[in-house]
């Protein structure tokens, strides 16, 4: 059995003990993470997770082959949890317009409060890599959440907006966030929106409608 990190399981004979499998997963991904973020990648060790996420060596090997499967694991799934955290904060909204709204809230705020800024500062070649992963997988993503949304803008501007261009723009906004910060983080969400829509506008008066 394969969990969400891409850890390989044994298959449990209960849910009481797939339930523990987990937690202790959780354990040894979170004590991973504070490594990283007080270490970096390149001084983290089996050992000193075991010891903070307080798990034996055997179980650590009963869950990870390595300390490479284990950085691996970690990476998919703080991607797991970026593509998780963004489908909650727009499923609850049907207007495409409060569902873009919410889409841009929680990408701005993952810039402005996630640990992926403190990552880049203590691992940027480890940080890198996970951000190369998770700009491609968040384009086909964004453009599932927001199908509704690029309709809905078709559909008010008479054209067929660059729904790829659009996705791209947000998660470069994200990626150009943590490396060099907002100068004012408390109207990030407005600029973006913004500049957004008068990206839309001027494709909308440039394209010829049939």
Same mark, same amino acid.
């Given at each position: !059995? ?26 040894? =991904? ?5 490594? =990283?973020? @007080? ?7 089996? =050992? ?19 300390? &490479? ?6 990476? @998919?799934?703080?991607?797991?949890? %970026?593509? $998780?955290?963004m ?20 990408? &701005?705020d ?8 403190? =990552?880049l ?22 453009d599932?959440? !927001?199908?509704?949304? %690029? &309709? ?10 660059d729904?790829?261009?659009?996705c ?11 490396v ?22 001027c494709?909308? @008066?440039?394209?010829? $409608? $049939?």
């Amino acid at each position: !059995m394969y969990t969400e990190t891409g850890a390989s399981v044994a298959r449990p004979a209960s849910g009481k003990r797939n339930r523990r499998a987990e937690s202790t997963i959780a354990a040894i =991904l979170a004590a991973t993470e504070a490594i =990283l973020l @007080r270490e970096g990648s390149e001084r983290i060790s089996v =050992l000193d997770v075991c010891e903070l996420a307080q798990v034996s060596r055997g179980t650590f090997y009963r869950y990870f082959s390595s300390q &490479d499967e284990l950085l691996d694991a970690f990476a @998919r799934h703080k991607r797991s949890s %970026f593509q $998780k955290a963004m489908a909650d904060a727009v499923v609850p909204y049907e207007e495409p317009d409060q569902r873009f709204l919410a889409l841009v809230r929680y990408l &701005d705020d993952y810039a402005a409060h996630g640990q992926a800024r403190l =990552l880049l500062r203590a691992a940027p070649e480890y940080a890198l890599r996970l951000f190369g992963r998770l700009f491609h997988e968040s384009l086909v993503r964004i453009d599932e959440l !927001m199908h509704g949304v %690029f &309709d809905s803008w078709d559909l008010r501007l008479g054209i067929r907006i660059d729904r790829e261009l659009i996705c791209e723009l947000l998660i470069r906004c994200v990626l150009s966030e943590l490396v060099v910060p907002n100068k004012r983080p408390e109207d990030g969400v407005q600029r973006i929106v913004a500049f957004l829509y008068s990206i839309v506008e001027c494709e909308s @008066r440039a394209t010829p $409608k $049939k």
